[in-house]
């Protein structure tokens, strides 16, 4: 008997000792990103947008929609746009971006860097 006690006490403390190491390391990483952003903000002057800035935004987008003339022009601008090397080197520069934070979320959600957790047995019908 003291031997399934013994197993299950040493389970439950390696179980506690994870636990607290896992929190340790969620504070930890958690002040350091709010630190990084913090630094961040203040370097490149970020605000959030004020209420005359939506309203100008949402106005001209409101104009292009209702204006068929407008939407001519960005299309021929658009048809005439050159693409250069700097275009290119910058738009894989922001895929990559985009490729890293859709990837961090996924591991996110996931709980795991690789595949999905097994819930119960797996039978394929």
Do not use: D
């Amino acid at each position: 008997m003291s031997a399934v006690i013994n197993k299950v006490s040493g389970f439950a403390n390696s179980l506690v000792t994870k636990s607290t190491q896992f929190a340790n390391s969620a504070v930890y990483w958690g002040k350091v990103g709010a630190e990084v952003g913090k630094v961040v903000y203040k370097q490149e002057g970020l605000a959030p947008p004020t209420q005359q800035q939506f309203q100008q935004v949402y106005q001209n987008a409101l104009k292009f929609i209702q204006s068929p003339q407008q939407q001519k022009e960005f299309i021929a601008k658009a048809s005439q746009f050159q693409p250069t090397r700097q275009c290119a080197v910058k738009a894989g520069v922001y895929g990559a971006h985009l490729l890293g934070f859709f990837s961090v979320g996924e591991i996110i959600g996931r709980r795991s860097i690789f595949g999905y957790p097994s819930v119960g047995h797996a039978e394929h019908h």
